[in-house]
């Protein structure tokens, strides 16, 4: 049988490590997939760049539409990044009758029900791994290995650039910007690493990972997102001192008034598996009704490890040219026609534990201002921790962690806490998931 031609649009990072194992794995690949796989066309922006990989043997161009419109190509590969010519392309290979692999979590997370609608019309597959938590095969375990469970919530650290850094200032002290920087050099944070510190592209993947899990459409625009750019050295020693770790973490929950879908630094006991994820690594928690809880952890960033979620959604697209288009797994899990109209609940309405951190006047009757503002709000205090002023400093931290509360409840009693005289700035809030 003929080899399946791949025509790559992107021939960075991840592009090259797709070439890379493509080429070296060949052998077991084609066993895998049952036809041999070859790369005949590739787009990149600038081709005199050097690259990680062997461009030998390949057309080259620097107008992606060629690659998409070439006929010999079976399987489009986007790993151009961004949304704009991204989607083009998509639409495009689509509209071609290509099937299409992409690593493209802001395109997947923004026009994904869009691109699905189109391929299913068209009878193709948009395969998808590699945009959540890279190398993790994530997709596949919810999409295939859970579909016999009503999936309660998951949580994850699906950024690695936010979990280095992170893990960074924890252990070494690090300056933020210094270890942003090494994330960049490495490979591992976005073409706008704005996108990993604001959670944008946790809120990417988190979308991705709510619709596969809940059977609902793709509502990014709906996802509370909130980065680590304002966690200081001080939260994450507090926080350990209280038993905790500060993970960034994406969390989607079922409740009975609808789907939470949220993105935000999080207090978690330090005893779970999940706040021991470091470095650049990710982790998935996903609690089935059935299963209970499971665990998937994982190089979320870098070339072979993202290569090796694309190659692998390559074969299953490979399979899947033999098979009737009704007969495939569903894009997002759940067929098409069986999306559930969950509302994702406002983020007034979630309720988490909080950490909070005040820096009040160290005189007598401030701590009991505050406890009656809790008080009157129906907010239980759960641990207090007074830190000794600084030398020469008239103000003290004053540390508490609360027990489950709506937010809402909080933002009106922190409101009213910022407004004591004795206060001073703004109180921080992080909030805590216990993921028992
Ligand atoms: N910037 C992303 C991260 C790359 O740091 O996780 C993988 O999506």
Not at 34 to 61: N, Y
Not at 74 to 80: A, P, Q, R, T, W
Not at 110 to 127: L, S, T
Request: proline share 4%.
């Amino acid at each position: 049988m003929k080899p399946v031609k791949i025509g790559l649009l992107g021939l960075g990072t991840v592009g090259g490590g797709t070439v890379n194992v493509l080429k070296r794995n060949a052998e077991e690949i084609s066993r895998r997939a049952g036809r041999a796989i070859e790369v005949s066309h590739a787009s990149a922006r600038d081709l005199g760049k050097a690259r990680i990989c062997d461009t030998t043997g390949i057309i080259l161009t620097t107008n992606p539409a060629e690659v998409v419109d070439a006929p010999e190509v079976d399987v489009v590969v986007e790993l151009i990044g961004g949304v704009t010519l991204a989607h083009e392309m998509v639409m495009k290979a689509i509209h071609n009758g290509k099937h299409v692999v992409t690593a493209n979590k802001a395109l997947i997370a923004k026009h994904g029900n869009e691109i699905f609608a189109a391929a299913q019309a068209k009878g193709v597959v948009v395969a998808f791994e590699a945009a959540v938590a890279g190398g993790i095969p994530i997709i596949k375990a919810i999409r295939e290995g859970l579909a016999g469970n009503r999936i309660e919530w998951l949580a994850g650290i699906i950024n690695g650039t936010g979990n280095f850094i992170l893990t960074e200032m924890r252990d070494k002290g690090r300056d933020f910007a210094d270890v942003l920087a090494e994330a960049q050099a490495l490979g591992y944070a976005e073409a706008d690493p704005t996108f990993d510190v604001e959670g944008i592209d946790a809120a990417h993947k988190l979308t991705i990972l709510a619709a596969i899990a809940f059977g609902i459409p793709l509502q990014f625009e709906k996802a509370y997102t909130e980065g680590i750019t304002k966690i200081t050295r001080e939260d994450v020693t507090y926080a350990e001192e209280l038993g905790y770790r500060i993970k960034h973490l994406g969390v989607a929950r079922r409740t009975e008034g609808g789907i939470e879908l949220r993105v935000h630094p999080t207090l978690i006991p330090e005893r779970r598996l999940i706040a021991n994820v470091n470095g650049v690594m990710n982790a998935v928690l996903v609690k089935g009704d059935a299963v209970g809880p499971t665990l998937y952890y994982g190089a979320g960033a870098g070339a072979e490890a993202t290569a090796s979620a694309v190659v692998a959604d390559i074969v299953d697209v490979v399979r899947a040219l033999t098979a009737d288009p009704g007969n495939r797994v569903p894009h997002l899990a759940f067929q098409p026609d069986q999306l559930s109209d969950l509302p994702i609940l406002p983020m007034e309405e979630v309720v988490t534990a909080y950490y909070l951190r005040l820096q009040v006047e160290d005189r007598p009757g401030v701590l009991a201002d505050i406890t009656r503002i809790f008080g009157e709000a129906g907010i239980s205090i759960e641990a207090v921790l007074q830190k000794e002023p600084a030398e020469g400093e008239a103000n003290v931290s004053l540390i508490m962690l609360t027990q489950r509360v709506k937010e809402r409840s909080m933002n009106q009693a922190l409101a009213a806490i910022a407004r004591l005289d004795a206060v001073t700035g703004e109180p921080i809030r992080i909030r805590m998931e216990s993921l028992g």
